[in-house]
């Protein structure tokens, strides 16, 4: 009997712990509706403002936290970024010539700012983010700086999002 007892509570603790689980991240933002603006390019990363506004999109949609809106007149909150600088590291020289580089770290800097609409606070402003890539350029550098591009663009726009609606 006692052991029965035992067994009961230790059930009862056990599943209460997941009683107050819930999936995705706890931290709840200031607002419901948000408005990306058109990204601004200022680096010298050529055709990058339609590639990463489409993946800043793709990244707030896949994200449950806020809806997007169309215009910044809908929208609780505006988030803008500006592209600022494009940059290539050589990481890799080529075996037979030091003075060829095989392998770069390609880097997109910019700077985020979101403000609240409601009462035209801003919420932070020229935050910095950064997205890293290596790309390999046995096959061509500028054949491989734009296959980069997407993955680049990609990479930045999941970096503003946790900016964005991660906990701060």
Known sequence: ???????????????????????????????RTLYVAPVVNESNA???VAIVSTQLREA?????RVILVN???EADA????????YSREGQTRQTVDTGLVRKFDVTLNAEATLRDNRDNKLLFEKRKVQATRQIFVDSGQLQAEYQNIPLLAE?????VLGATLDVW
């Open 71 to 73: 215009t910044a007149e």
């Open 60 to 64: 707030f949609l896949h994200d449950s």
């Open 46 to 48: 050529p055709q990058t």
């Open 155 to 159: 990479t930045l726009a999941k970096n």
């Open 1 to 31: 009997m006692r052991a029965y007892f035992l067994l009961c509570i230790t059930g009862v603790l056990l599943l209460s712990g997941c009683a107050n689980y819930r999936l995705g991240t706890g931290g709840q933002v200031s607002f």
């Open 78 to 85: 505006t988030l803008t970024v500006h592209l600022l600088k």
